[in-house]
């Protein structure tokens, strides 16, 4: 079966973790046992609910939309084949977050590392080509795409998609006291890199 459901179908409403979160988590319970019993249907909205949210993530993440949407394909069939699987130890959203981490890992394993110098890209751009709002957001994402992958992606699930550490744990497979040690990491590397292109 394709991961992709067609086109066509009606998008599912969605809402970001940590709003109505017992609610969605329900509604996800509900679908993902569906699918367990090879519902298509169900399938489908579990997929229009999750595409947005694995798209913002892995674009952040990978910074190529075809990886991303790669990644998400491969995501959705495993969670199509392994559904009847799911124990129920985490959220769904957990879960699923967890298989796009672990796909994504995987993938940008396998590409050459970005030729990507910060420096060398603000000095090609006037400052007066650049309102000062798009200019801090275009620091902060060439900021990121600095950092190791496994720090960037604290920061994503944590900032841009609002999991806790104890669930960012659970994403990435590893201990919270290393979530933490990564984000501390992160938010330093972060403050050294910023101060360079405010410079």
């Known amino acids: 079966m394709n991961a992709r459901p067609d086109r066509g179908a009606p998008s599912a ?20 046992a ?5 519902d298509r249907e169900a399938f489908k909205q579990l997929y229009h609910i999750y595409h947005r949210r694995l798209t913002r993530f892995l674009m952040r993440l990978t910074r190529q939309p075809e990886i991303a949407e790669e990644i998400i394909n491969d995501t959705l069939w495993i969670v199509w084949r392994k559904a009847p699987e799911f124990r129920h130890g985490s959220l769904v959203s957990t879960w699923i977050f967890g298989i796009a981490y672990r796909r994504g890992l995987k993938t940008l394993q396998r590409q050459p590392p970005p030729a990507c110098d910060i420096e060398a890209e603000i000095q090609v751009e006037a400052p007066d080509q650049i309102q000062p709002a798009q ?13 190791p992958v496994n720090q960037r ?4 699930l944590s900032y841009y998609v609002g999991y806790s550490c104890e669930e960012i744990a659970k994403i990435m ?15 330093q590397k972060m403050k050294m890199l910023l101060r360079r292109l405010d410079r």
Do not use: F, I, Y
């Open 173 to 187: 497979d590893c201990p919270v006291s290393t979530v933490k040690t990564r984000m501390h990491k992160a938010r």
């Open 153 to 156: 992606a604290v920061l994503e």
């Open 135 to 147: 200019e801090r957001a275009d620091w902060l994402d060439r900021a990121l795409a600095q950092l």
């Open 34 to 38: 569906r699918v367990a019993a090879r």
């Open 13 to 32: 409403p969605t809402r970001e973790p940590g709003t109505g979160r017992a609610a969605d988590n329900l509604r996800d319970q509900e679908l993902l």
